[in-house]
């Protein structure tokens, strides 16, 4: 199973070549260097990382706290579970 | 977990603001200062309606200019170009934010979650009174704004700065400002009905309501709720600081000053795009019901569909940009964002596949509530696949600000906010009221509805297509778009909006029928599963004579081996 | 959330079929989380997006202004060392809070334990100094000339710190009025959680604002 060669690899040496090639046009073709921002107030790097950051902040920051809050009350459970069962004291460490 | 509920069945006197058994209260103290969730949810209820008869009264004139430019519009006059403006403006922002969220998740929210759960109020229901209040005062404001000096707000519902920011741009700074107040103060309304769903479904439960028995629609409430909780904040601040660009004059959105434009965009589509999945999920989830009950099957796949609406919930933050591909967003983001909005396709189509496996082999009744539930499905899914186009930020660049767009969204809110909510109210209609609703002129107002809707909506798409720009007041003054082929579809389209308009009519004169001398409803009279129907029709205050305990699953129709081919949550066997 | 919670709850059926009658004999189980504290996180969630949307705001606007543009040179500097010493009281109040928590609930428990009334009267007045302290730190930046208008530094300085410092006070006021309902012996510890869990919002997120803003 480990042996099966990676895809580019069962290509000819030629093939695979071209492939980088088109590979590397894709990578030229990555739109920050081709940026034309003709409405853009500020054109400054800086200024688009800023917007770019804080959108991932803002996205993943009310994920985060969801998580928080559910990964809580799922330990609540557990515990009262446990407590039901009565056979662990409430502040023993999880089993597992 | 039942704790609350037993608590206030055990001391049905003295609970925080109930007034149980006080059936002699005045008129005052009954239906416009009650705590109780059902008066809650009549009042959201029919907050909306008349909401929505303001917007589409704001439809109909505005669609009249466009197809009869400069004509005088029976029923309003002349439109002008602010009026236009203002009539756009406020019809997409009474629609979303007056009409579809107050209807689908303020009043079928208040009215299902206690009833549905099994419990006999919501934990806070003095906040819930207080949420409605604010509710109507925010409705209120922006009524009020329509007749301030120079006229309500009409910088677009999108409010972009700096036409919503100054005054030289958007020329009425009261209408402005209180239209932002309005919807700022409308959010705080939500907010507090989100936390009262939120902690009684997760306090209130009947015993036996595991998580897993919770009817769809109700898990699809709290996820809206969450959703809309967790995204509303960032639009609250950009609204704080455009009241304060606006009112006190700091230039946080002046680019002449060193502010920027693009910053509301950012806060408020981090808000917009999530606020249509929490419109979304609850018609989903209504659609459930209705798709189960008429079919007589259980749900296809029931922890699919539940898993589906939080990965919808999760994914519907990662999309929000989408709606800037051309504001001038950097397109590194727009890449990404591209990426995302196509990904969030799959869930929605998951659960469309869910509903159509729930009809296959089902013994199907065409009631209206089922009819409203399948054009759902239909008209929706016209909507969800024209946004691939929208989502795509390369072909976003020609279709951006065209009726494309206008139509693309109509096709997601009208299912939505009308279909979704039609089908509600038909199939909780002998819950609510205690009355049946008549079903020839049900099917009446559904083809009447569903046939013109395609009608507005598909003839937009064509001139979007050949690129009718959305925000403009007479297409007479621009030649290529003056052309007769493409006036025609305009045409067609406001045609079909009277059609519409005429149709809405006949579910007026039925609703108002039906509940004043309908026939009584019995408790259950589609034979459902679900809790609320083993309360008497309507329920009284505190809902249940006893309150119920859960054995199953919600969607247990046609189980082998029983006289019946349902077989409700609470019954022991 | 969903299939993890089962079998928790799964323990309720067959619990209280008939409410009023024989609910005093149904073995009683005490919800998850409270739903007072349930419901302030939920508020507390919105309010951490609240402030977020401001600081995103912020950031996005000081990095769109040119190397040597921020702080704006003819604008006062902000008191660093002042507000690192109102920091400092801020979050002793929300130590004293929680102490003052955890001896109610102690309290209620039956267990022996100090002063409540002194440990939260002593958050309190930590809180109003840190209030106190701002009001004073406005006072001195408006008589420099940092004004609401002067530049967008101090529209989003003023916005940004008074709309914390309006949670500040609001919930000293809640704070407030558990003490009334302390004196009165009328106080339940998920109250008073509920309140700090809204206290403990206000302090933790000033030092991420203090962090942002004045450094």
Redesign the interface.
């Known amino acids: 199973m480990s042996s099966i060669p990676p895809p580019v690899a069962l290509l000819p040496v030629s093939r695979r070549r071209s492939l980088l090639r088109g590979l590397a046009a894709l990578c030229w073709l990555w739109p920050s260097v081709v940026l034309a921002c003709p409405v853009c107030f500020v054109a400054r790097e800086a200024s688009r990382l800023a917007f770019l950051w804080t959108a991932i902040l803002m996205t993943f920051l009310p994920l985060c706290m969801m998580a928080g809050i559910v990964y809580f009350l799922w330990r609540q459970a557990q515990r009262s579970a446990r407590e039901n069962q009565g056979d662990a004291p409430p502040d023993s460490p999880k089993p597992h | 977990?039942?704790?609350?509920?037993?608590a206030h069945?055990?001391h049905?006197h003295n609970g925080a603001g109930h007034d149980h058994a006080h059936h002699d209260e005045g008129f005052f103290k009954k239906y416009l200062w009650s705590t109780d969730h059902k008066m809650i949810a009549f009042q959201y209820l029919f907050t909306g309606m008349l909401m929505a008869i303001i917007g589409g009264y704001f439809a109909y004139a505005f669609r009249m200019q466009l197809a009869y430019p400069g004509a005088s519009v029976p029923g309003y006059g002349t439109v002008s170009p602010a009026d236009y403006l203002m009539l756009v403006t406020n019809h997409g922002t009474i629609m979303i934010f007056w009409v579809a969220m107050p209807v689908l998740i303020a009043a079928f929210g208040n009215y299902l979650i206690p009833l549905m759960i099994g419990c006999d109020d919501m934990?806070?229901p003095r906040?819930n009174r207080l949420s409605y209040q604010i509710f109507l005062l925010s409705a209120i404001i922006l009524i009020a704004s329509f007749f301030v000096p120079n006229g309500g707000f009409s910088g677009a519902w999108t409010a972009y700065p700096p036409l919503s920011s100054q005054a030289a741009y958007h020329l009425t700074p009261w209408g402005a400002s209180l239209w932002v107040l309005a919807v700022a103060l409308e959010f705080v309304a939500f907010?507090m009905g989100?936390?009262?769903f939120?902690?009684t479904v997760?306090?209130s439960?009947a015993?036996?309501?595991?998580?897993?028995r919770i009817p769809m629609v109700i898990w699809m409430i709290v996820i809206a709720s969450?959703l809309f909780?967790?995204?509303?904040?960032?639009?609250?601040?950009?609204a704080?600081?455009l009241l304060?660009d606006q009112v006190?004059?700091?230039?946080?959105y002046d680019?002449n000053?060193?502010?920027?434009?693009?910053?509301w965009q950012?806060?408020f589509w981090?808000f917009g795009h999530p606020e249509v999945y929490v419109v979304l999920l609850p018609a989903m989830g209504v659609v459930a019901e209705v798709i189960t009950v008429f079919a007589r099957k259980k749900l296809f796949a029931y922890?699919t569909v539940?898993?589906t609406a939080?990965a919808t919930g999760?994914i519907s933050?990662?999309v929000w940009?989408h709606h800037q591909f051309?504001?001038?967003?950097?397109?590194?983001?727009?890449?990404i964002f591209t990426v995302t909005t196509l990904i969030i396709s799959i869930p929605i189509a998951e659960m469309v596949f869910v509903y159509l496996a729930t009809l296959i082999g089902g013994s199907i009744r065409f009631t209206t509530p089922m009819l409203w539930a399948l054009g759902f499905l239909g008209a929706f899914l016209v909507g969800g696949v024209t946004g691939i186009f929208l989502g795509s930020s390369g072909s976003d660049i020609y279709f951006h600000d065209t009726y494309f767009v206008v139509a693309h969204f109509h096709f997601t809110f009208f299912p939505i906010a009308f279909i979704g909510s039609f089908a509600a109210i038909t199939y909780w209609f002998p819950k609510m009221f205690g009355r049946m609703m008549n079903e020839t002129l049900g099917k009446i107002h559904f083809w009447g509805t569903i046939i013109p809707v395609n009608g507005i909506f598909l003839p937009l798409f064509i001139a979007g297509l050949a690129g009718d720009h959305r925000r403009i007041y007479s297409y007479m003054n621009f030649p290529d778009s003056a052309k007769p082929f493409l006036q025609d579809l305009r045409i067609m389209a406001t045609v079909s909006l009277c059609v519409l308009i005429a149709f809405q009519f006949v579910f007026l004169y039925n609703f108002i029928v039906s509940l004043l001398r309908g026939p009584k409803a019995d408790k259950n009279p589609w034979n459902a599963n679900t809790l609320e129907w083993t309360a008497e029709s309507p329920p009284p205050h505190g809902n249940f004579a006893?309150?119920p305990?859960?054995?199953r699953g919600p969607y247990e129709y046609g189980a082998p081996g029983r006289d019946q081919d349902f077989w409700p949550q609470n019954a022991a066997n | 959330m969903t299939s993890e919670m089962t079998p928790a709850l799964a323990t309720v059926s067959g619990g209280s079929v008939d409410g009023a009658s024989t609910s005093s004999a149904v073995p009683r189980r005490r919800p998850l989380i409270p739903s007072g504290v349930l419901a302030m996180l939920i508020f507390v969630f919105t309010e951490i997006m609240f402030f977020t949307g401001l600081v995103s705001a912020f950031l996005i606007t000081r990095a769109s202004i040119g190397p040597g543009g921020w702080p704006p040179p003819n604008q006062p500097r902000l008191p660093v060392a002042a507000t690192a010493l109102n920091t400092v009281a801020l979050l002793l109040s929300a130590v004293a809070l929680f102490v003052a928590w955890r001896s109610l609930r102690e309290r209620q428990r039956g267990v022996q334990a100090g002063s409540v009334s002194l440990r939260l009267g002593l958050a309190i007045a930590l809180g109003a100094a840190f209030l106190i302290g701002q009001g004073r730190e406005w006072i001195a930046l408006l008589h420099e000339g940092l004004t609401l208008h002067s530049s967008i530094h101090g529209s989003f300085f003023y916005i940004i710190v008074g709309c914390h410092g309006l949670h500040a006070l609001s919930a000293l006021l809640a704070l407030g009025w558990a003490f009334l309902r302390l004196r009165a012996q009328s106080l339940r510890s998920d109250t008073l959680a509920a309140v700090s869990v809204f206290w403990f919002f206000v302090v933790g997120i000033w030092p991420f604002l203090y962090y942002q803003i004045y450094l």
């Open positions: 977990m039942a704790e609350p509920a037993t069945a055990q049905p934990v806070f906040l907010l989100g936390i009262n939120v902690t997760m306090n439960r015993p036996g309501m595991t998580p897993l969450i909780m967790a995204s509303v904040g960032p639009l609250v601040a950009g704080v600081l304060f006190l004059g700091t230039h946080v680019p000053h060193g502010g920027d434009p693009l910053l950012h806060l981090f922890k539940l898993y939080i999760i933050f990662f940009a051309v504001a001038g967003i950097d397109p590194r983001m727009a890449n006893e309150m305990s859960v054995h």
